[in-house]
């Protein structure tokens, strides 16, 4: 299961009511698509519920996520920061194996838990907005 922070919730439904959205009919899409530099890339869209969806309310509010995307997602947190330099809705997820520098891009954690990268050398690299 995804969790929703309460500052995610209460952004959410701020950006939806601004976007003249009703809450009632569309909500935050989390998509889990191959790229990136780190080889899979986070995806976030105003969107409706499509058949087969997780669908995860909060004060109000829906986040919605494919089959297909909930192996990369189930256990995480979407939070929403708002710090001086860099502000939204941000993942922390636990099947992440490392993350690029731009926070939007991951590796996986492979089935025996070992990463493919050093993470001496690589983790948190930055990708200079290379995708």
């Not at 939806?16 to 986070?42: I, Q, T």
């Not at 099947?95 to 690589?122: H, I, L, Q």
Request: net charge negative; glycine share 10%; charged share 30%.
């Amino acid at each position: 299961m995804i969790q929703v922070t309460d500052s995610a919730a209460s952004h959410l439904l701020a950006l939806l009511k601004s976007n003249d959205y009703s809450p009632e009919e569309k909500g935050l899409r989390l998509l889990v698509e191959r790229g990136g530099c780190a080889g899979m890339s986070y995806s976030m869209q105003i969107a409706s519920e499509s058949p087969g969806d997780d669908v995860i309310e909060k004060e109000g509010v829906k986040v919605f996520v494919d089959r297909e995307s909930l192996e990369y997602l189930d256990g995480c947190q979407l939070d929403y920061v708002d710090a001086l330099n860099d502000s939204g809705f941000k993942i922390e997820n636990p099947n992440a194996a490392r993350s690029c520098g731009c926070g939007t891009s991951f590796e996986p954690v492979k089935a025996d838990g070992k990463p493919e990268y050093n993470p001496e050398t690589m983790d948190g690299e930055d990708c200079k907005g290379s995708q």
